[in-house]
């Protein structure tokens, strides 16, 4: 397969990798562009489009690196994995981040609901401000105890 072949179908390839799948690098740009600022997605498609644009004029208009004695090379395999593998490491941390907050409610499920205040052999359960002397006992309803006894500002585990 002949370089001018060979650049062309990488052109082919990359163009909807560059505006379709990477759409929402230049999406954020744009958002961020309006605001004076940047951020990630403007790194994401000012890079890309420099390979993208660098590397379509090389496929385009090779005597223009001719001219001036360079052998003209193409950056579409570059751009298309940077979109790629930014848009890969999105995904995962998505996942990640939904695994953790799953993790999160599963433990807050285990929190006593009610927290019982023994003092002086008696049980009190509606309480403001508890004192450090004070017993508190944590069950939760319907459970075994699960948060053991607490007092001076330490756990003791059982109960």
Same mark, same amino acid.
């Given at each position: ?65 001719? /001219?001036?004695? *360079? ?6 395999? %570059?751009?298309? !994995? +940077?979109?790629v593998i930014i848009? =890969? /490491?999105?995904? *995962? ?6 695994? %953790?907050?799953? !993790? +999160?409610?599963?433990?807050?499920? =285990? ?49």
């Amino acid at each position: 397969m002949s370089k001018k072949t060979n650049f062309f179908l990488q052109f082919l390839f990359q163009t909807p990798v560059q505006f379709w799948i990477g759409w929402q690098f230049y999406k954020g740009a744009w958002a961020t562009l309006k605001h004076k600022t940047t951020d990630m997605n403007t790194l994401i498609a000012v890079g890309t489009t420099a390979a993208y644009g660098y590397s379509v004029l090389a496929t385009f208009f090779p005597s223009f690196f001719a /001219g001036q004695g *360079l052998a003209p090379e193409v950056y579409f395999d %570059t751009a298309g !994995a +940077i979109i790629v593998i930014i848009l =890969l /490491g999105r995904l *995962l941390e998505a996942r990640a981040k939904g695994r %953790t907050s799953e !993790a +999160i409610k599963k433990l807050l499920g =285990l929190q006593p609901k009610t927290a019982i205040i023994i003092r002086e052999k008696q049980e009190f359960r509606n309480f403001g401000r508890g004192c450090p002397d004070w017993r508190y006992c944590y069950r939760a309803s319907g459970r075994k105890n699960t948060g053991g006894w607490h007092s001076c500002g330490r756990l003791f585990l059982g109960g």
